[in-house]
């Protein structure tokens, strides 16, 4: 005689996920994606839900699927550019270190898209003090992260006196790009310059 027991069971239907597990990378990454564009074409403060869905070729609700507002989209954008970072350079000495990170960071400053967002945002950090942390993380963070790796090596071979001012340092390697890209935003860097400026930031931060 067959039981029940002795029968195959129906195995369980899983349930079909919900909420954020069925959300769609491709389509989130199509919405950071405009959301840069956006930014770049009119601006945070013009800047609109309605807007970057239509660039991204969505409705509204997934873009309020995945974050509550404006605000919190683009926190969420910049907040991530800290944590993506700079790749750290290891060619074994100081000068070539600074001479490769000061290459890969005016290319990033002086790409059409962030020499348009960035001020952008920064206006909108004098007003909004979430969007003045999350730009600080994004901006100070993520490069002086790779600047101290690069001195802390530089310490490590002899390059560097032991116990030197390393915010100094920091301030020494983060603070003329910016300047000349972001604050002056001239038409572009003097033939010769990066060099120039990793020679005389070489030279400053074995005197302090």
């Known amino acids: 005689m067959t039981t ?3 029968q195959p069971q129906p195995r369980p239907r899983r349930r079909a996920p919900a909420g954020a597990a069925v959300l769609r990378e491709d389509v989130t990454e199509a919405i950071r994606a405009a959301v840069f564009e956006e930014l770049a074409a009119v601006g945070y403060a013009r800047m609109s839900i309605e807007g970057i869905a239509r660039r991204a070729g969505v409705g509204k609700t997934a873009v309020y699927r995945r974050w509550r507002s404006k605000l919190h989209l683009v926190l969420d954008i910049v907040s991530a550019l800290a944590v993506q970072g700079l790749p750290t350079p290891d060619t074994g000495s100081l ?8 290459e890969v960071t005016s290319r990033a400053l002086r790409h059409p898209v962030a020499s348009q967002i960035i001020p952008d945002l920064q206006a909108e950090a004098a007003r909004n003090p979430d969007i003045a942390e999350a ?11 790779v600047a101290s ?7 490590q071979r002899g390059e560097l006196r032991p116990g030197f001012d390393d915010e100094l340092a920091l301030d020494l390697i983060s603070g003329p790009l910016y300047w ?3 604050v002056i935003r001239g038409a572009g860097l003097p033939r010769g310059y990066l060099d120039t400026l990793t020679t005389a930031t070489t030279a400053a931060l074995k005197a302090l």
């Open 135 to 145: 730009l600080q993380k994004a901006l100070r963070e993520g490069q002086e992260g």
């Open 149 to 155: 790796k690069i001195l802390a090596a530089a310490e």
């Open 180 to 182: 000349r890209s972001v």
């Open 95 to 102: 000068q070539s270190d600074l001479r490769l990170l000061f």
């Open 4 to 6: 029940n027991a002795d």
